[in-house]
């Protein structure tokens, strides 16, 4: 049985329409690859947080570490002194001194204590990250593999549709082809839609009885009167 345009602009609309899709996801493959290395950017900046919390730490050790060895050659330096006078007041003078870079020293270093345990901490936490990191860049690297043979498939798919939906418009009348294509583009969903109980199938609005008549015919597009999509007859 030979077909109608009508036939082979439905058949081309349902392509189209298959076209539009496969197009689309293969433009969010892109975005979706995007959102898998943010989630790795998460884990980058922790990672880098951390490692900064740490140079920071060990900055102000390394500090603490100078100020009790500059108070220790301090304290060296009055033990020397205190050997060499003879006068008690300055003698005990000195050993105040001594004693109060003592207390200095004892506290430097709980600040010390307090400091390498808070290294212990940010050490934790950055093989906590990483761990995090390394774990999740194994979920994402098979997540980008599917994408991409997803995105392969798509292509695959498009070479062929693009074809034959060619092939097939050769078929139609220009014109025809010309009207479904200007509306196709502009509603981006489906120009061509059945009557439905008198009704258009696109807007559902009742139909004037011409209309309904005129899309019997074959040799030309009859159009919503209100929507403007294409309306064919399946009787």
Do not use: W
Not at 10 to 36: C, M, N, W
Not at 84 to 113: C, F, P, T
Not at 151 to 168: F, H, W, Y
Request: net charge negative; with cysteine; proline share 3%.
């Amino acid at each position: 049985m030979a077909t109608t345009p009508m036939d082979d602009l439905l058949v081309i609309q349902e392509k189209d329409r298959r076209l539009a899709r496969l197009g689309q996801e293969g433009k969010d493959i892109p975005l979706r690859k995007k959102e898998l290395d943010h989630r790795l950017d998460a884990h980058r900046y922790s990672l880098e947080q951390a490692q900064e919390d740490l140079k920071r730490i060990l900055a102000s050790v390394k500090e603490t570490e100078g100020e009790i060895d500059l108070i220790n050659g301090k304290i060296r330096k009055y033990k020397e002194q205190q050997f060499q006078i003879k006068n008690n007041d300055e003698y005990r003078a000195l050993e105040h001194e001594i004693e109060k870079a003592g207390v200095d020293i004892s506290g430097l270093e709980d600040k010390q204590l307090a400091l390498m345990g808070q290294t212990d901490e940010v050490k934790k936490r950055i093989e906590e990250i990483q761990r995090g990191m390394k774990a999740d860049e194994a979920r994402i690297a098979v997540d980008v593999t599917q994408l991409d043979e997803r995105d392969a498939v798509l292509k695959e798919q498009l070479e062929s549709l693009i074809p034959e939906r060619a092939k097939l418009a050769e078929r139609i009348p220009v014109d025809m082809l010309s009207k479904y294509e200007r509306i196709m583009n502009h509603l981006k969903d489906r120009a061509i839609v059945p009557i439905e109980n008198g009704s258009c199938g696109g807007c559902h609005m009742n139909l004037p009885p011409q209309v309904v008549n005129d899309a019997k015919k074959n040799d030309s597009l009859t159009v919503c009167t209100y929507c403007g999509r294409i309306v064919y007859r399946n009787d």
